[in-house]
Antibody, heavy 121, light 110 residues
Framework: QVQLVQSGAEVKKPGASVKVSCKASGYTFTSYYMHWVRQAPGQGLAWMGIISPSGGSTSYAQKFQGRVTMTRDTSTSTVYMELSSLRSEDTAVYYC??????????????WGQGTLVTVSS | QSALTQPPSASGSPGQSVTISCTGT?????????VSWYQQHPGKAPKLMIYEVTKRPSGVPDRFFGSKSGNTASLTVSGLQAEDEADYYCSSYAGSNNLVFGGGTKLTVL
């Protein structure tokens, strides 16, 4: 069965960086795009970007351009999201989400369990 | 990229129907048939309910129905049940490898 297992909660100081991992299993890792979505406490969902696990190409939401980097390791079927220059407004639950395959795009059929990142001095 | 517009709240009694709207522009909702809807219960990850405007994933009850007219997409939940009480989010492809979410709607089953 498809599983996306994310790394554990993080507490970071303002100005620091955080790197969240998402390990995929139960399907062919390189065949499905992966996205990152975040949700601040009590707020809605915000799309951060997409990575192609096969070639590693990425596209980021304008809001996060310059601060976010998404990478992947095909040997471990893991994608990573690194966010730098953290500020208190980055406190949120970060989700990885698998995109539907083939020509059926831009929706997320499987989600990770979420990783809480807290930014506090 | 601006968020899609959803009503903050919606409600209905058990057995009734409720419709949640999601308004965008011709650059997102109106321009592509890549509108999705997600259900999120407190403390849980979102769950896909509708994709490509009208399609239901396996396991999603046919009480959930998606549609679109112009720049506005809608999610209709018929035969409301207590377990339908949750937050609902729409999303749409917005071109140039970008996606945008709606602000979310809290559905209350009275």
């Amino acid at each position: 069965q498809v599983q996306l297992v994310q790394s554990g909660a993080e507490v970071k100081k303002p100005g620091a960086s955080v790197k969240v991992s998402c390990k995929a299993s139960g399907y062919t890792f390189t065949s499905y795009y992966m996205h990152w979505v975040r949700q601040a406490p009590g707020q809605g969902l915000a799309w951060m970007g997409i990575i192609s696990p096969s070639g590693g190409s990425t596209s980021y939401a304008q809001k996060f351009q310059g601060r976010v980097t998404m990478t992947r390791d095909t040997s471990t079927s893991t994608v990573y999201m690194e966010l730098s220059s953290l500020r208190s407004e980055d406190t949120a639950v970060y989700y990885c989400a698998r995109e539907g395959g083939g020509s059926s795009r831009w929706h997320f059929d499987y989600w990770g369990q979420g990783t809480l990142v807290t930014v506090s001095s | 990229q601006s968020a899609l517009t959803q009503p903050p709240s919606a409600s209905g009694s058990p057995g009734q129907s409720v419709t949640i709207s999601c308004t965008g522009t011709s650059s997102d909702v109106g321009g592509y048939n890549y509108v999705s809807w997600y259900q999120q219960h407190p403390g849980k990850a979102p769950k896909l309910m509708i994709y490509e405007v009208t399609k239901r994933p396996s396991g999603v009850p046919d009480r959930f129905f998606g549609s679109k007219s112009g720049n506005t997409a809608s999610l209709t939940v018929s035969g409301l049940q207590a377990e339908d009480e949750a937050d609902y989010y729409c999303s749409s492809y917005a071109g140039s490898n970008n996606l945008v979410f709606g602000g979310g709607t809290k559905l209350t089953v009275l």
